[in-house]
């Protein structure tokens, strides 16, 4: 016996059942879909479209790093693991980066019963470039100031600062990789 239950079609407001299928729109069949995203995608491909966010390799001349001296700290390591990649390694004739980090603490909103309400983590990296002869080549202090509210929850206190220290030390990677790569185009032009 035939399952016609499948091709049963209720209408609202109307007392009738149709037993026909009702049809699907020509979009709807996946022998079109397919051959049209197929199609759709091969012009984008062929226009040259590039997202935004696509990589490029085609980037100038890095400054060589010979040396990278962060400190023995949690915050250090993974300072170290954010700049890992971001230049080009030189076993001998490049610079030598001396990296120190501060963190500094303060209550910034203390409330009518002495409780703090808000606090301000602020974190600076004191960035010292060296040539191979040991002058040094430029010296930068690196500084990240955010803020959070206290909350009730010590647990969550120490998740937020936890992760506005690893924010700070995120936008300190990305200062130290543009001060190389102006370092870079200094360099450049003071070689022509």
């Known amino acids: 016996m035939a399952n016609r239950s499948r091709n049963a079609l209720l209408c609202r407001g109307v007392l009738s059942i149709s037993l026909c299928k009702k049809p699907d729109p020509i979009f709807a069949a996946p022998h079109v879909i397919v051959p049209l995203l197929i199609i759709v995608s091969l012009l984008v491909a ?5 997202p935004v966010y696509a990589v490029r390799d085609n980037a100038g001349p890095t400054t060589p790093i010979s040396k990278l001296d962060l400190p023995d700290t949690r915050a250090g390591r993974y300072l170290g693991n954010q700049l890992r990649g971001r230049f080009t390694s030189a076993e001998t004739g490049g610079l030598a980066l001396y ?3 501060d ?7 203390i409330a009518t019963d ?3 309400e808000r606090i301000d983590l602020t974190m600076t990296a004191n960035v010292r470039l060296e040539n191979a002869s040991g002058d040094i080549v430029e010296t930068r202090a690196l500084r990240v100031s955010s803020s959070y509210n206290r909350s009730s929850s010590e647990l ?7 992760s506005l220290r690893n924010t700070a030390l995120d936008r300190i990677a990305s200062d130290i990789q543009f001060l190389l790569a102006d370092l870079a185009v200094n360099v450049g032009r003071n070689a022509l």
Request: aromatic content about 4%; proline content about 0%; glycine content about 12%.
């Open 46 to 50: 062929g226009c040259g479209f590039e």
């Open 99 to 101: 990296v120190t980090l």
């Open 103 to 109: 963190e500094a603490r303060r209550d910034a909103l």
């Open 114 to 116: 002495g409780s703090t």
């Open 156 to 162: 969550a206190n120490q998740e937020t600062e936890a």
